[in-house]
């Protein structure tokens, strides 16, 4: 989001007062008579090169209800460059370097931390002023645009704050800036004179590469913010150059006759305006004074230089090269020659467009489509036209500015852990002069976890005894997943044949179930201890609707089993005297189908311990 640079300014009271100050100090000084001027009253300086210092003070707003971070103030030191090309109106560019540490809380704790930070603002502005260049008081006005470099180091006294947590290291950041304010500028000399300011800027909000929100106790964080704001109060001097003077000698009396004398006038340089490299440039000289006899020559200069071959009244000017070129022409006859003021000429520079990116999400699920071109503006350099979008993928694929992750490649063999994918998306701008500008985001793709069935654990008829073929698969297999996954979660649900007939036999699909619960829970013997809360239980007596999953030991394993224990494999009935084994990883859904599951009975389980 852009600063709303201009509502800020407005609503500033600050601001307010002080235009109102500049204004009442610019009216007596506008009707100063010459004779106030720091030299001849009418000389003036076209340059001016000065050094300032002062005081910056910043603010970062929070969303939060109270600030969590900040800017502290800090010393002010820059130069400035001053051009006074007009009576009330100068160009002016300044670099100033702030010295503002960043401050902040962690999340919970009350110790500050802080981190070096230099800001370095390089800007252009013009200078409205309200007396002309001859005054010794010159109260101003100014307002311009620029670029910020936030400089930031590394949190040095987190050993005040031990319970912080720093996860991410501080980054440097740039940003565009908006400088306002004003000021009254003291011609105290004829060569040097002195300046006070009271500056604003305005710059977007930044968080360095620390996270927006706190992901835990003592996690540095800086909350999101749409801008940084900073005001600065300065003074400093500065030295004039480019003497000139106002005053213009009247034109010599003529000879007396009958011998006349030429005397050249050039009446001004016309069609001098910024172009971009290649564009056609005429510029055209008016000019009187020689006699009706005489024909005048003329030369046209590049910053003093003579151009070969302008020798016309008028020229074409050379754009190849970017640049801001000052241009005159001497006008000359015989015993007379006149050389112009001299017209400004920028070629603009060729800059690439520039591309903001920011997704409106930054992760989705494997499968979900993300459209990427609401999520991007483009800002055409002045000399580049309309430039076209075009977006990469380091995976998945875009299609009419859509990204699709469904084509992704995660390990779907493997789904009792999340997976996640980190996207690189570029998205580039090229002008209809073929250069090009880029940005880049990163988006995470995520594949969630999802329940696992193993092969079912069988028993002999009529028997409830989880046999050693059973217990590998409940030891060996479930085991090992269920404590690399803390948060996992085991089910449990048996079935008996529809053979198994009698009182005895009516209860078969429970007591497996309770039996297979032991196994995993009891905590003694070979058997480990898993929380019974981690189990979850259900018996459905023959109901076989679940496609069995037999686990078959068989001789080639040399698994040795008790008498009347072994599975044979011709024993078709087997596959359903079983207990079906679920793994549900944390975070995945409950199996599709799967209902009635409840809490494993402690009493009943607990009184069975370790099965032998």
């Known amino acids: 989001?852009?600063?709303?640079?201009?509502?800020?300014?407005?609503?500033?009271?600050?601001?307010?007062?002080?235009?109102?100050?500049?204004?009442?100090?610019?009216?007596?000084?506008?009707?100063?008579?010459?004779?106030?001027?720091?030299?001849?009253?009418?000389?003036?300086?076209?340059?001016?090169?000065?050094?300032?210092?002062?005081?910056?003070?910043?603010?970062?707003?929070?969303?939060?209800?109270?600030?969590?971070?900040?800017?502290?103030?800090?010393?002010?030191?820059?130069?400035?460059?001053?051009?006074?090309?007009?009576?009330?109106?100068?160009?002016?560019?300044?670099?100033?370097v702030g010295f503002n540490n960043l401050t902040g809380y962690p999340f919970g704790i009350t110790q500050q931390v802080t981190a070096g930070e230099h800001n370095y603002t390089l800007v252009a502005n013009p200078m409205l002023y309200f007396t002309p260049r001859q005054s010794r008081i010159r109260p101003f006005v100014t307002a311009g645009g620029g670029v910020t470099w936030y400089k930031t180091d590394q949190f040095y006294n987190l050993n005040?704050?031990?319970?912080?947590?720093?996860?991410?290291?501080?980054?440097?950041?740039?940003?565009?800036?908006?400088?306002?304010?004003?000021?009254?500028?003291?011609?105290?000399?004829?060569?040097?004179?002195?300046?006070?300011?009271?500056?604003?800027?305005?710059?977007?909000?930044?968080?360095?590469?620390?996270?927006?929100?706190?992901?835990?106790?003592?996690?540095?964080?800086?909350?999101?913010?749409?801008?940084?704001?900073?005001?600065?109060?300065?003074?400093?001097?500065?030295?004039?150059?480019?003497?000139?003077?106002?005053?213009?000698?009247?034109p010599p009396q003529p000879p007396p006759p009958p011998k006349p004398v030429p005397h050249i006038a050039i009446t001004g340089v016309t069609g001098a305006r910024d172009v971009c490299p290649g564009d056609n440039l005429q510029l055209q000289v008016a000019a009187a004074g020689w006699l009706s006899d005489q024909t005048p020559s003329y030369q046209w200069m590049i910053n003093g230089e003579p151009v070969a071959g302008a020798t016309s009244s008028s020229f074409s000017v050379p754009t190849l090269n970017s640049g801001t070129d000052r241009i005159t022409v001497r006008v000359s006859v015989p015993e007379s020659s006149e050389t112009s003021q001299p017209v400004t000429v920028t070629i603009r520079t060729d800059t690439p467009p520039v591309v903001h990116f920011a997704l409106s999400r930054t992760t989705i699920n494997f499968g979900d489509r993300l459209p990427l071109a609401a999520s991007t503006t483009v800002t055409p350099s002045d000399c580049g036209g309309n430039a076209t979008l075009r977006f990469t993928a380091s995976e998945g694929t875009i299609s009419n500015g859509v990204f699709d992750s469904s084509t992704m490649a995660f390990d779907q063999s493997n789904r009792l852990k999340q997976q996640t994918h980190v996207v690189h998306l570029t998205a580039t701008a090229t002008d209809s002069k073929g250069v090009s500008g880029s940005a880049t985001a990163d988006l995470t793709v995520t594949l969630s976890p999802e329940a696992r069935r193993l092969d079912d654990i069988i028993f002999p008829a009529n028997s409830a005894r989880v046999n050693n073929c059973a217990k590998r698969l409940l030891l060996e297999q479930l085991t090992p997943m269920l404590r690399d996954d803390p948060n996992a979660t085991v089910i449990l649900i048996g079935h008996r044949d529809e053979r198994e007939r009698g009182r005895a036999a009516a209860t078969l699909d429970r007591q497996r179930t309770l039996n297979a619960a032991a196994v995993v829970s009891a905590g003694t013997g070979i058997c480990p201890m898993l929380e019974l809360s981690r189990v979850k239980v259900k018996w459905v007596g023959t109901d076989q609707t679940d496609a069995t999953r037999p686990l078959l030991c068989g001789a080639s394993t040399e698994v040795q089993e008790r008498s009347g224990q072994a599975i044979r494999a011709n024993d078709q009935r087997a596959q359903f005297r079983r207990v079906e084994v679920w793994i549900v990883p944390g975070g995945a859904a409950m199996p599709p189908g799967i209902s009635g599951l409840e809490d494993a009975p402690a009493s009943d389980v607990k009184k069975l311990g370790c099965p032998k």
């Open 1 to 96: 989001m852009q600063p709303d640079c201009c509502s800020f300014v407005l609503r500033r009271p600050g601001v307010t007062a002080l235009v109102a100050l500049v204004l009442a100090a610019a009216t007596p000084a506008a009707a100063q008579d010459k004779s106030t001027s720091p030299s001849s009253p009418d000389d003036y300086a076209i340059y001016e090169v000065g050094l300032f210092g002062g005081y910056q003070h910043f603010l970062i707003p929070n969303r939060d209800s109270g600030r969590v971070s900040w800017f502290d103030g800090g010393a002010a030191l820059g130069f400035r460059i001053t051009q006074d090309w007009w009576k009330y109106v100068g160009i002016e560019e300044s670099l100033t």
């Open 160 to 250: 005040n704050a031990p319970q912080a947590v720093q996860q991410y290291p501080l980054t440097s950041e740039s940003s565009a800036a908006f400088i306002y304010g004003a000021g009254i500028k003291f011609n105290v000399w004829k060569w040097v004179g002195l300046r006070v300011d009271l500056r604003g800027l305005r710059t977007y909000g930044k968080e360095f590469g620390e996270p927006e929100v706190p992901t835990g106790a003592g996690t540095i964080y800086i909350p999101a913010h749409n801008s940084e704001n900073a005001w600065a109060a300065t003074a400093g001097f500065y030295i004039r150059l480019g003497q000139r003077t106002g005053y213009v000698p009247p």
